[in-house]
């Protein structure tokens, strides 16, 4: 970046929000990324960097208010990265996201679709996260106006969530709107130790320090709360003092709740670790659309509980699955797709890399009393995965839900290759999802695809789509 460009104050109107919520505008054809404002506004603001293709700029003040502004509830918004969409009203957060879906497919994918329906609401729009996954962090985010008040801010340890951009930088929070109480006294509580027993937090720059990750789960179906402590291994005799005045919180916690402490010593930022202690069961059961699932702590589902229901609704009504089908779910996980279409279904086979999802999928067709399912380990990026596969009996519908990177394109040959007269694809990522259908596009059509909000507040889209064989 030129010099005189970097922090030079413009006014510009933004015009559209792009790929990921970034609000979009254009100053003598240049498209900046400005972040903090939304479509119709005239704002303020300062050049923080450049790209090949785009000024990317921060508001300063809003000049001219979009009738699409509403005041952010929290005082944290803007900072940490849980939410990126709390000062845009609800119905315009939908709104945007089906259009996002359609930029997919109109600009990534160009390939015809015969119907992007309107996006599917969540029932609640704050509270409705079952899972969260908070940072410590040895090095505390402040705002320019914190740094410039002259008040004396901790710098040297937080626990919150991740500055947006920056994985060595955690802004410090007390309280998040999206979870639920109890896990929200769980947070209080670790916060509380912290202050007691003042051990270290993890330097994920110098890899160096104690506390890393703080994961708490919540059932809405029984109330159970698990939560987890990660951290590296113990190293002194504080550090272990730390560990059993945070395990305390378990007689504070609903029945049946569980408390672990893991261990990770890894350089590796993702939050898991090696059980060290339990206290509890190990796990929580949750409830939807009538099955019971067996949760543990680090296998996935779904994070909006009281949405989840809505979505297997459409992905079941959606893959046309009849008495007499034989489905296959790949990337199953515990189940969620799996149990539901077995239901529907004379067979289905799940295949999923994580073991202890595939274990905790199992538990959950026995807990149902669902006997027409198997489940199996597949590394389906594996060469060897496509053998596997073939030993499978041939499936009338195969449904996927990849992670947010989307299907390896070998899975993709693999899809092409067993030729499944419907695939029923469920997406985190409208760009991936629309990627891989333009890929599949050599053999089919895709029918229609419906937005399932699933995680108000930011600008991320689950969406259901449907293909069907030419």
Request: charge should be negative; proline fraction near 5%; include cysteine.
């Amino acid at each position: 970046m030129r010099k005189n460009l970097f922090g030079q104050e413009i006014e510009i109107t933004i015009d559209a929000l792009g790929f990921e919520g970034i609000a979009v505008g254009r100053i003598d054809g240049h498209v900046h990324f400005v972040k903090g404002a939304l479509p119709g506004e005239s704002v303020r603001a300062r050049i923080v960097g450049k790209k090949k293709k785009h000024i990317i700029a921060e508001t300063i003040e809003v000049l001219e208010p979009s009738p699409q502004r509403i005041q952010a509830p929290c005082q944290h918004f803007g900072i940490c990265g849980g939410c990126s969409w709390q000062h845009l009203s609800y119905q315009d957060q939908i709104a945007w996201k089906r259009q996002h879906v359609v930029d997919s497919f109109e600009r990534l994918a160009r390939i015809p679709v015969g119907e992007i329906t309107q996006t599917m609401a969540s029932p609640a729009s704050f509270g409705y996260r079952n899972k969260m996954e908070f940072s410590f962090g040895g090095s505390a985010w402040l705002t320019r106006e914190e740094i410039d008040s002259g008040e004396v801010f901790i710098r040297d340890f937080a626990l919150g969530l991740h500055v947006p951009g920056r994985f060595d930088k955690v802004r410090n929070i007390t309280s998040c709107m999206l979870q639920s109480e109890d896990a929200g006294k769980v947070l209080e509580h670790t916060h509380a130790c912290r202050e007691t027993i003042p051990v270290p937090a993890y330097h994920q720059r110098d890899h160096h320090g104690f506390l890393r990750h703080l994961v708490i789960r919540t059932s809405a179906a029984t109330g159970q709360v698990m939560t987890v402590l990660i951290t590296t291994t113990p190293q002194s005799e504080q550090e272990e003092r730390f560990v059993a005045t945070w395990s305390e919180i378990a007689v504070h916690l609903p029945k049946d709740s569980t408390v672990i402490h893991a261990i990770n010593d890894t350089w590796s930022p993702v939050a898991i670790g090696s059980i060290a202690t339990t206290i509890g069961p190990g796990y929580i059961e949750e409830v939807s659309d009538g099955i019971h699932y067996r949760i543990s702590p680090f296998s996935f589902f779904q994070t909006n509980t009281i949405q989840l229901p809505h979505l297997v609704r459409k992905a079941m009504d959606g893959a046309g699955i009849v008495q007499d089908s034989v489905v296959w779910d790949l990337y199953c996980g515990t189940g969620t797709l799996t149990l539901p279409a077995a239901k529907r279904a004379r067979h289905v086979v799940g295949a999923e890399l994580v073991e202890s999802s595939i274990m905790d999928a199992k538990a959950n067709a026995d807990r149902n009393g669902i006997a027409n399912v198997e489940f199996h380990v597949v590394d389906l990026h594996h060469p060897s995965a496509l053998q596997r596969l073939e030993l499978f009996p041939h499936p009338d519908v195969i449904m996927v839900d990849p992670p947010r990177n989307g299907m390896h394109e070998q899975v993709v040959r693999h899809l092409l290759a067993v030729g499944a007269p419907r695939i029923m694809y469920v997406s985190c990522n409208p760009a991936t999802l629309a990627r891989d259908c333009a890929l599949l596009h050599e053999s089919y059509d895709v029918v229609s695809v419906t937005p399932v909000d699933m995680f108000p507040q930011t600008y991320h889209v689950e969406a259901v789509a449907i293909l069907q064989r030419r």
